[in-house]
Structures are given as structure tokens and as C-alpha cells.
């Protein structure tokens, strides 16, 4: 559908509903993927996806009913429905009634690429193709996706908003492995076109043979390197527990903390909806985003704060727009380590869980690549370990932030912090 068309529907939508509060989202999606692992691909989708969500409420309560009924005929059925559905419902002692009118919208029109919207399997195969190909030549195994896709949305308001956003992204991740020998890439970006695939193919390939025959590693005191992925891994938990309302519960380490410093001065956490990842320019209630800093140098700023909270608290709403940027300096993970007199590289994290969720402390294993890093080189490869640390506690020790790279939801460096004590657990 047109922006036009999907913008008619969606106000058409709310109009069904009558004089009661309402909200109507309408999307549309399609994303495309190929799966494969053991060297060959298994799985390939091509998903398309057309839904609308109607909101509506008679001030006290709410219903939603979701529909792929996209016909205008069908919208009488539709508000018919959520109508009934108010009728039974309870009372929302949080009820808030649909965004004020005369909202105003940022125009992100970065986030849309016309070629990847398009979704075209050739490039995909090819890629895919290719990763298959080398690891077979390399006596090596591959697993991973690649995907394209976009999403369309409008958005109505019984208010008078009306309000249009269109987004596409594409990826490609795997892991090459031999034995216990591994290593692990992911590529993001709004366009096809942004992903190196080729060099990312060369270079997991080369760094699957570097961590072949891993030692355990000696207790001491290690300086600690994070690639960029790694970074992200513990960042992405940040945007999980800043919330406005738990902090006023007093359930989060936030508590109490605004305006105050919580890590180094050379961390500075914002989202830019205009940055290496574009923003989503509103939320499903129809709030319009801004740019925000969360952490300036250090001292937290603002909280996500959903609009009951807001008006419970006399704060302004914010909510993160699906992209998070960690300010960086300069330098590749190679100048990282060049500067390193001893040292554990680290390039990704997994089976990350909260151990105590108010205290921020994480626990987690290393995954797809360990070195033990001695007078600015690589010296050998390290078998995997457990962990346990406070992201905040981290982010107040770090001694040399890199150049930010596109991960997943935003931009994020490699960065070195200082001495830990390896066993990392407490």
C-alpha cells in the first residue's frame, strides 16, 4: 500500500470507532531470510504480513482487537468488535487518553532503502552461497541468516493525528567453527548495499584458525578489550531497566539517581534518530520521538518514561526509538590492543541473565573467540569463561573507547577498561 492508502485506511479506521478514544495502527511488513548451517542452507521465507490494531476507550477502560481484514468493509465488523470487547472489560486505573492533537512528527527519510525493500533473493543466495563455499574449502562449518526486509506504518488518532513512517534493514550473521575452534559476525544496515559481506567472510574465516587449540586461563589481573559486538551484548541490557517508572518504585539501580554521575566521564549513551541507525520517529500510541541523552559524561540525564508515569512524576515522556549510540573516540580494535600490555581480547558474549536485576549485575560466557593479548599482540587463544559484573561498575573503567560501528540497534565501539580479577565471578 501508498503511504496514502495506508494513512485513508487508518483514519477510516478510527472514524468506524465513533465517539469513543481511539487509536489505529496500521502495518505492513515483509521480510525475507535464508537460514542454513551444517554447510547448507535449510530454511528460506519470504514472510508478507498487512494488520491493523484498533485501540479504543471510553475514558475509564480499553479494549484492542487486531484484524488482516484490510478492507474498508470490514472496518464497521472491526470497531463492532473492540466496541464489545469495551463492554466487558474493567476499569484501567491507568487509563490515558490518545496523545493530544496537533502533535509534530520528525521526517526520517534515511531509513527507507527502495533496493532492499524490494527483497531480492539473489543477493541473499549469493551471499549465503559464499559463506557455505569458503567454510567448505576451509574444512570449517557454517550456520547463520541472512535477511531483508521492511516495515510500513500509520498511525490515527481520534485526537486528529495522523502520522506515516517506513523502514528497511538488512543483516547477514553466522559462525564458522572447527572443533571448539570458532568465530562470529554480524552485519546490520538500512541498505543491502552497506554490508561488506565479502570481507566478513575473509575475515571470520582467518579468525576461526586463530582460536584453535585455546588454553585455560591463569588467574591475575587483566586488562579487558571488547570488540564492538561484545560491547553491544552488554550495552542492549542499559535500555532493558531504564525505566522512569521502576526507578520511582525504587525496583532499579536508577532509584534516585538522575542527575547524578553513575559511570566514567567518557561515557555518554544518547539516541540520535538521525544516527548510524535511523529512529523510529513515534511509538504506537502516536508520542512523536526526540533525540535523547541518557547518559551525558557519565551522569544520567533522562529515563523512558511512559506518559502515566510522566504525569504521575511531572516528567517529560520519552521513549527509546529503537536506537541506542555509545559515544566513541577513535581507533579499530587493532589500535585497541596495540595499546595493551596484558590484556583478554573479548569479541562476543551470550547467554546473558540478570543476577540481581536492581544492582544491574549481569552473568554471562564468552563465545567465539578468547586471546590473551601481552605487549600490544595476540599471543595465544583462551577457552571460554564465566563472568559476573555490573555494566555500570565497567562503563566507570574504561580507559580507551574506538571508533563506533552499526550493531544491531545502534552504534557502539570497542572499548578497553581496566585491570579485573580473572576468576570474573564473585
Known amino acids: 500500500m501508498t503511504k496514502q492508502e495506508m494513512l485513508e485506511f487508518a483514519e477510516a479506521a478510527v472514524k468506524a470507532a465513533g465517539t469513543l478514544d481511539a487509536v489505529a495502527v496500521l502495518t505492513e511488513s515483509r521480510n525475507a531470510s535464508v537460514r542454513f548451517g551444517q554447510n547448507r542452507i535449510t530454511q528460506n521465507l519470504d514472510v508478507f504480513r498487512r494488520e491493523l490494531q484498533l485501540t479504543v476507550g471510553d475514558g475509564e477502560k480499553q479494549a484492542t482487537v487486531n484484524s488482516q481484514k484490510i478492507d474498508i468493509n470490514a472496518l464497521p465488523g472491526i470497531a463492532s468488535e473492540a466496541r464489545g470487547l469495551l463492554a466487558t472489560s474493567v476499569p484501567d486505573p491507568e487509563y490515558m487518553s490518545p496523545v493530544p492533537e496537533g502533535q509534530v512528527y520528525p521526517v526520517i527519510e534515511d531509513a527507507w532503502d527502495e533496493s532492499t525493500s524490494q527483497c531480492h533473493a539473489a543477493p541473499r543466495m549469493e551471499a549465503v552461497g559464499l559463506v557455505i563455499d569458503t567454510a567448505a574449502e576451509n574444512d570449517l562449518l557454517a550456520a547463520g541468516i541472512c535477511r531483508m526486509g521492511y516495515e510500513k506504518i500509520a498511525l490515527a488518532t481520534s485526537t486528529g493525528n495522523l502520522v506515516a513512517h517506513r523502514s528497511t534493514s538488512s543483516g547477514l550473521s553466522f559462525t564458522m567453527d572447527k572443533g571448539l575452534a570458532s568465530s562470529y559476525i554480524a552485519l546490520n544496515g538500512t541498505s543491502w548495499s552497506e554490508l561488506n559481506t565479502n570481507s566478513a567472510i575473509t575475515s571470520v574465516t582467518e579468525q ?3 582460536d ?9 589481573d587483566y ?3 571488547l570488540e564492538p559486538q561484545a560491547t553491544w551484548n552488554l550495552l542492549m541490557f542499559l535500555p532493558w531497566v531504564m525505566s522512569a517508572r521502576a526507578a520511582d518504585e525504587g525496583t532499579s539501580v536508577f532509584s534516585g539517581m538522575e542527575g547524578k554521575k553513575l559511570t566514567g566521564e567518557n561515557f555518554t549513551l544518547s539516541s540520535s534518530l538521525l544516527g548510524g541507525r535511523p529512529g523510529n520517529p513515534f511509538n504506537g ?10 547518559f551525558d559524561r557519565g551522569i544520567l ?3 523512558p518514561c511512559d506518559r502515566f508515569t510522566a504525569k504521575k512524576t511531572d516528567r517529560p ?7 541506542v ?3 566513541g573516540g577513535h581507533g579499530t580494535v587493532e589500535d585497541l590492543v596495540a595499546g595493551v600490555d596484558r590484556g583478554i581480547l573479548i569479541r562476543r558474549f551470550w547467554y ?4 540481581d536485576q536492581k544492582t544491574l549485575k549481569l552473568t554471562g560466557m564468552t563465545r567465539d573467540g578468547v586471546f590473551l593479548v601481552e605487549n600490544g599482540r595476540i599471543v595465544k587463544p583462551l577457552k571460554d569463561f564465566r563472568w559476573n559484573w555490573r555494566p555500570l561498575e565497567l562503563f566507570s573503567n574504561m580507559l580507551r573507547v574506538g571508533t563506533p560501528e552499526r550493531k544491531a540497534a545502534g552504534m557502539v565501539p570497542p572499548v578497553v577498561f581496566s585491570e579485573q580479577h580473572y576468576p570474573f565471578t564473585d
Do not use: Q, S
Open 208 to 210: 576461526v584458525k586463530l
Open 301 to 303: 540525564r533522562n529515563l
Open 223 to 225: 586488562k579487558i578489550i
Open 317 to 323: 515522556p520519552f521513549f527509546v526509538p529503537d536506537t
Open 325 to 327: 549510540d555509545m559515544a
Open 212 to 220: 584453535e587449540g585455546a588454553e585455560e586461563l591463569e588467574p591475575g
Open 285 to 294: 500510541e502516536g508520542l512523536p520521538a526526540e533525540d535523547v541523552v541518557w
Open 352 to 355: 546473558i541473565r540478570f543476577v
